[in-house]
């Protein structure tokens, strides 16, 4: 069973998880510890197909897309997951489809993503959608329960980005032009990289970034990334 695997060794695609289902089924084989790699969920001595779980079900453990080679997310809108939920290293460019309500922590890193419409509105635990494309944050949730991190996409502005984090939050290797979006409560730290601030020099601007800063440095976010921001600022000026 390790090897039903798919193109390039990947899980196998949707398609085929029924026929893997009737295999198994007819050889009365006890694939248990690798159930999730074939496609299939196990659960209160039942097994599940991952990709047609019944409406409002709830999984009592995590989801494992990963590297599933998937272009489109089954629809699990209704299920709820107490545990994790993982889609990344995959080909979406939606996350349609996705679980209404996730306990543990969300990943879609490593895809197509241009936007986070369809994502979960309540996510307990992290919430990861680094190395994508994405433009906006549209369709994010507006409470995280520990870190989010959107790093190594092409934002040029924070807005729909979440209002409450109960951790970290990291915006670094984007295209920034300022910190307007940004949220309003932040546990821990706020990360971002040198190349944040736009490299305008109309007074206006330079006002309204400045006041940006000395409020952040009144919040718990990394002080000597505002610090450097702000000699930077004053090169600027002088």
């Known amino acids: 069973l390790q090897e039903v695997r798919g193109a390039r060794n990947n899980r196998p695609k949707a398609k085929y998880i029924p026929a893997i289902q009737a295999f198994i089924s007819s050889k009365k084989i006890n694939p248990?510890?690798?159930?999730?790699?074939?496609?299939?969920?196990?659960?209160?001595?039942?097994?599940?197909?991952?990709?047609?779980?019944?409406?409002?079900?709830?999984?009592?453990?995590?989801?494992?897309?990963?590297?599933?080679?998937?272009?489109?997310?089954?629809?699990?809108?209704?299920?709820?997951?107490?545990?994790?939920?993982?889609?990344?290293?995959?080909?979406?460019?939606?996350?349609?489809?996705?679980?209404?309500?996730?306990?543990?922590?969300?990943?879609?890193?490593?895809?197509?993503?241009?936007?986070?419409?369809?994502?979960?509105?309540?996510?307990?635990?992290?919430?990861?959608?680094?190395?994508?494309?994405?433009?906006?944050?549209?369709?994010?949730?507006?409470t995280i329960g520990k870190d989010f991190s959107c790093n190594n996409n092409e934002l040029t502005s924070l807005e729909n980005a979440p209002k409450t984090v109960g951790r970290d939050f990291f915006c670094c290797n984007n295209k920034l032009m300022s910190l307007h979006g940004k949220p309003t409560h932040i546990q821990r730290y706020f990360y971002w990289d040198n190349k944040l601030l736009s490299e305008r020099t109309d007074s206006t601007d330079i006002t309204n970034e400045l006041n940006t800063l000395m409020k952040l440095s009144k919040t718990p976010t990394n002080k000597k990334l505002i610090m450097i921001e702000l000699e930077k600022l004053l090169q600027r000026i002088i």
Do not use: W
């Not at 409002?56 to 590297?67: K, P, S």
């Not at 994502?119 to 369709?139: H, I, Y």
């Open 32 to 142: 248990d510890y690798c159930l999730q790699d074939i496609g299939i969920l196990k659960q209160n001595n039942k097994y599940y197909n991952i990709f047609q779980l019944p409406k409002n079900f709830v999984v009592l453990g995590d989801i494992d897309l990963t590297r599933m080679v998937l272009e489109e997310l089954p629809d699990m809108s209704t299920v709820t997951v107490m545990g994790h939920f993982m889609c990344n290293h995959n080909q979406l460019k939606s996350l349609q489809g996705a679980p209404r309500i996730i306990n543990g922590d969300f990943i879609c890193s490593y895809n197509q993503l241009t936007t986070l419409q369809g994502a979960p509105q309540t996510v307990g635990g992290d919430f990861l959608c680094n190395n994508n494309e994405l433009t906006s944050l549209q369709g994010a949730p507006q």
